[in-house]
């Protein structure tokens, strides 16, 4: 059972300068959250309480002044700093001792999942024994991603970055569930020719050991990534229509911390005190009243 989480958060977002240039693209808001909450609550819907949020140096204090240690949501959040972006294998080598030999989650900082029986699908990941298994999305222009072909098993075939030709519609999401074997593996990897250690490399090792499997969002369900402007904006507008229509709020910290008896309505009221007169807080107030 995989019980620790990372949210990889550092990068330098240069595709959304010149706002990224002060402040971390995970802290700008997707409607009336700041992105981070997003990711987050994928772990903890997934019921990962121990994460760890990997962000750039000089950093740390504007997330701590959003999300301290995660006790108040009945969690427990560390931070790490990453000096430059080395690629995401990296954050398993920066993660070492958090890791501690145990099988471990990750999940890219600026990335969106919705879909109708999410928890239960993330909960089934997180029993992963051995190896590794990815989380993938059709998409309409898979020239724009990583992508892997799949057998009826789910069992991956081949994995290739951006391919030019058609090769397979279903594109690599940032979400990604490892053995604890991961960090030797990362440790051992060399950089591509952008100087960077490559998220692909790390899961064709798996691959060549018979050891990398697949889980789809289907139909109905949305993976986005937030990496540009436009998609930034396609992803907020999303939040705001499902949000509006539904009633309901995607990616509120406390109801889910609620509704799995992480905390009380004690600490929802605390929470509303901080976040002072807004609609998230009057949000929180109908969840207890």
Do not use: H
Request: hydrophobic share 40%.
């Amino acid at each position: 059972m995989i019980k620790k989480g990372i949210i990889l958060a550092g990068g330098r977002g240069t595709r959304m300068s010149p706002l990224t240039k002060a402040v971390n693209k995970q802290l700008l808001p997707i409607y009336d959250k700041p992105l981070i909450f997003y990711p987050l609550s994928i772990l903890m819907l997934a019921n990962i309480k121990d994460i760890l949020i990997i962000v750039n140096k000089g950093q740390l204090n504007q997330y701590k002044k959003i999300l301290p240690n995660g006790k108040k949501l009945g969690i427990k959040i560390s931070y790490l700093e990453q000096d430059k972006p080395r690629g995401l294998p990296d954050a398993f080598v920066i993660g070492e001792k958090f890791i501690d030999k145990k099988n471990v989650a990750m999940i890219l900082g600026d990335n969106f999942f919705y879909a109708q029986n999410l928890s239960s699908k993330l909960i089934e990941n997180t029993k992963l024994k051995k190896g590794a298994k990815i989380v993938l999305y059709k998409v309409p222009k898979p020239e724009l991603y990583g992508v892997a072909k799949i057998n009826k098993k789910n069992k991956i075939l081949s994995i290739k970055e951006k391919p030019k030709k058609y090769f397979s519609d279903l594109a690599i999401t940032g979400l990604y569930f490892f053995d604890n074997k991961v960090v030797n593996f990362a440790k051992k990897l060399k950089p591509s020719k952008r100087g960077e250690v490559e998220i692909v490399d790390l899961l064709n090792i798996y691959k060549s050991k018979n050891q990398l499997k697949a889980d789809i969002i289907g139909r109905g369900g949305a993976w986005l990534d937030t990496g540009s402007i436009e998609d930034f904006y396609k992803t907020s507008a999303f939040v705001s229509a499902i949000e509006n229509r539904q009633g309901f709020k995607i990616a509120c910290l406390e109801e889910i911390s609620l509704n799995k008896k992480w905390i009380n309505k004690k600490q929802v009221l605390e929470a509303i005190k901080f976040y002072g007169k807004c609609d998230y807080s009057n949000y929180l107030k109908k969840l207890i009243t």
